[in-house]
């Protein structure tokens, strides 16, 4: 899966946002922790969720299933919101 | 095709009603040659229906009847969204809310529609009287370049009509909100973003939209940042001015 070409990931420098172009079904802006800007840093580039949870851990100090599981819900918030292309894979 | 001036831009326009070079007349370039263009505008007809559609879809959202606007007034606002999809490579955005200047400084409000925004830029104007001028009504244009802001009259500019061929230095956006009381706060950028980036139209081209993003930033940072919470009295205005014509952040 990878984030579609309508939508923008931006850095403001104190933030990571996602925001969708005019050309997105989608017109709100999503913001999120550090980890969800991670996801997103991941999904620039065709990836499994298992490879974004596994780029994740290789960053963060988290319990076990912790990242896991902040990848499931900010998967499921993208997908949500249509923002991944999952044709790829 | 015409000419016209507008932000310090040549923009050449080809549409095929008159609606959009009435409305753009004060604003034309005479005798100007195609040649000196910075930007080159046509419309087709599937353009204005891709604006009956969106205004449409806007009116049902706020749950309004959906009206009925003619081709040529529909292709006005065609015109102006091809303008904004190419302004960002000029460094310059679409922002919609209503820009008042005060002793030749632009003061921007911005709001959600039906809160006030032209109503409270009123009070500003019958406050200021002669020192007051305002800019456009309801889709300035903000050019930002070199760590500075500027606010620019276009013809597109609400129902009622008011605007300039103004350029002014931009010191600050005010974001308004509904309230019983009056009151405003200084606001940093990242509380003031998502109320930005709502204002500001994006464009649906990657390219331009990324530059709008950039463009958001750094304006952001180059002006005051403020939040209204007032009523929709000429005391907020009064309130307004005071806080915002002081010391710069």
């Given at each position: 899966?990878?984030?579609?070409k309508?939508f ?12 969708p ?69 | ?43 087709s ?65 911005a ?67 509904r ?20 204002q ?50």
């Amino acid at each position: 899966m990878k984030l579609k070409k309508e939508f923008l990931v931006h850095d403001t420098g104190t933030e990571t946002v996602l925001v969708p172009t005019a050309a997105a079904g989608f017109s709100g802006v999503v913001r999120g922790n550090r980890t969800f800007g991670a996801v997103l840093e991941c999904l620039k580039n065709d990836v499994t969720q298992e490879e974004i949870a596994g780029a994740l851990r290789a960053r963060f100090d988290a319990p076990e299933g912790a990242i896991e599981a902040d990848v499931e819900r900010a998967v499921s918030e993208l997908r949500g919101i249509g923002a991944l292309d999952e044709q790829l894979v | 095709m015409d000419i016209y001036r507008i932000a310090d831009l040549n923009i050449l326009i080809r549409s095929l009603h008159g609606d959009v070079h009435s409305l753009c007349s004060d604003y034309r370039l005479a005798d100007a040659a195609e040649s000196c263009a910075d930007i080159r505008v046509s419309v087709s007809q599937e353009d204005i229906d891709f604006e009956r559609a969106a205004s449409a879809r806007e009116d049902e959202r706020e749950g309004l009847p959906v009206r009925v606007f003619s081709d040529g007034y529909l292709e006005t606002l065609a015109v102006y969204r091809a303008i904004a999809e190419r302004l960002p490579f000029f460094d310059t955005v679409l922002f919609h809310g209503s820009c008042v200047a005060a002793d030749g400084e632009g003061y921007l409000f911005a709001a959600r529609s039906g809160v006030g925004k032209s109503t409270h830029a009123r009070h500003w104007m019958e406050m200021l009287g002669g020192r007051a001028v305002m800019v456009n009504d309801d889709k300035p244009l903000i050019r930002v370049r070199g760590g500075r802001a500027y606010a620019c009259g276009t013809p597109w500019d609400g129902k009622h009509r008011l605007s300039s061929r103004a350029v002014v230095p931009l010191r600050a956006i005010c974001l308004l909100e509904r309230a019983e009381t009056n009151d405003i706060r200084r606001i940093t950028p990242k509380e003031a973003y998502p109320a930005l980036l709502q204002q500001v139209y994006r464009p649906a081209g990657e390219e331009a939209a990324r530059r709008t993003l950039d463009l958001i930033d750094e304006l952001s940072a180059c002006v005051d940042l403020w939040k209204l919470r007032c009523t929709a009295g000429p005391a907020a205005a009064v309130i307004a001015y005071e806080a915002m014509k002081g010391d710069r952040k």
